[in-house]
């Protein structure tokens, strides 16, 4: 279109409702969480002004501690199984056949079921008494009684829940994985295969290498999707025991709505909006360097 | 960068050679992978047809013995009924459907095409939520909603979901209004066509595969979505599915969770995710591979 005064001000036009809409719904609650991080309100007593004390609180505290680094146990517990089982699959499933594009399809299928539901499909399967796992283990006599899944050990529950969530995500990593498998050029793989490389060599010579930026970028999102972890703690152990299991985002949401304490809740909140800001620079400048 | 959607070009990929063992070994690893994948939603779907007795039973049966709709029939009458928590979820959905489209329908139009001032920066603010987690932001905006009576509404919930969705969607769509051949643009403006009918006759048409992907995204992030409508939601009658439905795990009539119940709320749950996934999976992939991660 011509650069008219006229076009300028129909493109902003256009452009105003959603930018509006970004200024109120996104904007506005950023700067009003940083506004309130340095208050302490309870809602039901005035806010009063108290400089960096939630924060220094937050340090100081305890449960913070102990949420982040179950959060980065988490974190660290999930990822590797998610990259180098989704990245298996995508070896798997990439060639051209029939059965192998099935495959993919299916193993993408809770990939769109919401991690609420799946949730709570695999707590009653982890249910101690009345879950199947259970039963199948102690049917192969792999245990000699039912093992409590689910909110009494921390680490248990950990591997419970990590199950759960690598059979609902690896899908993700695997499609994207197949995306870059796929987009190698055919004359470098045959190229190798004249020169006489075995299949691992190749995959770990010329396709690893040529798909490493996919490998990275599923990586980060990975990692930022485990530290912001909420749904399958709050449903499969309720941050039981004594909120062990209370990640990150667990502990946000216990201050900030059940406990009300609004202006501690936002201080932690803009902790966990930095923590995840470093991750997600890293994955733009590494978008970025691989577009140009 | 050039993200059209057409349809992912699915090169062929020089298999190792295989040997007539190997074709074997892959087919038993995918048969293998699929059962283990499918299994837990099978069994699912299992115990929602249980008779009630035998659901609740331990250790739990493998296969049901009787089959018995009683558990979708209490799940039917649930608290408000399980007509009010799929009207809720359901029309979320929908509103987040219409704000998302009638948003980035035009942004993504006018900074495809229009000389706009600042648009850089207009971009990046519109973009700002891919950097700020919505989890973060819930505190704030749940005082802001319930000052302008926004908690407890679909509307709410919807706006918090579109929030959620618009820098995707945005990002989508103006790339594929980028990619319109300039040819067509001009020839609708030497016809005298306005703003508004060259953005209907010429640049929807072609958009057309990207405005589907947009929706099918909007319409699973908002369907699955629980935190927000967790924290935004308090009562009873405004839930959504996943959040009646993790209610339900603990709180129940007979004494003891009501397995067979929330594993009907389960079945019910998934089935339009998977049911649009399989429709429209061409869609689903192409958003997957230009948006997700680029």
């Not at chain 2, 040997?19 to 779907?45: D, E, F, H, K, N």
């Not at chain 2, 609740?56 to 009458?77: C, I, M, N």
């Not at chain 2, 819930?138 to 509404?153: D, G, K």
């Not at chain 2, 009907?264 to 869609?283: D, E, K, M, N």
């Amino acid at each position: 279109m011509q650069r008219t005064r006229r076009n300028r001000y129909i493109g902003l036009a256009y452009v105003t409702p959603a930018l509006v809409f970004v200024l109120a719904f996104t904007v506005y609650p950023l700067g009003r969480m940083i506004w309130m991080s340095l208050h302490d309100w309870s809602l039901i007593t005035p806010p009063r002004f108290i400089g960096l004390d939630n924060y220094k609180q937050a340090f100081g505290d305890r449960q913070f501690w102990v949420s982040f680094l179950f959060t980065l146990k988490y974190t660290v517990l999930i990822t590797p199984v998610l990259i180098v089982g989704g990245y298996l699959l995508a070896l798997l499933t990439a060639p051209a056949s029939r059965t192998r594009a099935i495959t993919r399809t299916i193993i993408f299928v809770p990939v769109v079921i919401g991690l609420g539901v799946s949730s709570l499909l695999w707590y009653w399967l982890f249910s101690t008494n009345f879950g199947v796992i259970n039963r199948i283990l102690l049917d192969l006599h792999v245990i000699d009684h039912p093992v409590l899944w689910l909110g009494v050990d921390a680490d248990t529950s950990n591997f419970a829940i990590s199950t759960s969530v690598v059979w609902k995500v690896i899908g993700f990593g695997m499609i994207l994985f197949v995306g870059a498998i796929q987009a190698v050029p055919t004359e470098i793989t045959e190229a190798s295969l004249v020169d006489g490389a075995g299949y691992w060599q190749r995959i770990g010579r010329v396709i690893l290498p040529l798909t490493m930026r996919t490998v990275l970028l599923v990586t980060l999102v990975s990692v930022i999707g485990s530290l912001l972890a909420f749904d399958q703690f709050y449903i499969m152990t309720a941050g039981q025991p004594q909120n062990e299991t209370a990640t990150s985002v667990f502990f946000v949401y216990l201050n900030s709505f059940p406990y009300l304490k609004l202006g501690y809740g936002a201080a932690l909140s803009l902790v966990l909006a930095v923590t995840i800001l470093a991750f997600t620079i890293v994955q733009l400048v590494l978008t970025r360097r691989s577009e140009s | 960068m050039t993200a059209t959607l057409e349809r992912t070009t699915i090169r062929a990929v020089p298999r190792p050679v295989h040997t007539g063992r190997m074709r074997y070994l892959v087919a038993a690893g995918c048969i293998a992978i699929c059962t283990v994948t499918l299994l837990p939603l099978l069994y699912s779907v299992l115990a929602s047809v249980k008779p009630t007795a035998e659901a609740a039973a331990t250790p739990p049966t493998y296969f049901p013995h009787g089959f018995s709709l009683d558990s979708y029939r209490r799940l039917w009458d649930y608290q408000e009924g399980l007509l009010t928590y799929l009207g809720n979820s359901f029309g979320t959905a929908l509103l987040t459907i219409v704000f998302t489209l009638l948003l980035t329908v035009p942004a993504g139009y006018a900074l495809a095409r229009f000389p706009i001032p600042g648009k850089e920066l207009i971009f990046v603010v519109l973009l700002l939520s891919l950097i700020v987690p919505y989890q973060a932001l819930l505190t704030p905006m749940f005082l802001m909603f319930a000052t302008i009576h926004l908690t407890n509404s679909l509307i709410g919930l919807a706006v918090l979901h579109t929030a959620i969705q618009l820098p995707f969607s945005l990002y989508i769509l103006r790339n594929s209004f980028a990619a319109v051949p300039r040819e067509l643009e001009e020839a609708a403006v030497v016809d005298g066509a306005g703003s508004l009918q060259t953005l209907v006759r010429v640049f929807i048409p072609p958009t057309v595969p990207a405005i589907v992907t947009v929706t099918l995204f909007a319409f699973i992030t908002s369907w699955n979505e629980f935190l927000g409508a967790l924290v935004m939601m308090s009562s009873s009658e405004k839930f959504t599915l996943p959040v009646i439905l993790a209610t339900a795990r603990t709180e129940t009539s007979l004494g003891g969770t009501d397995w067979g119940m929330l594993q009907a709320g389960v079945t019910i749950s998934v089935i339009p995710c998977v049911l649009v996934y399989l429709l429209l999976q061409r869609y689903y992939m192409a958003g997957l591979m230009s948006g997700a991660v680029k």
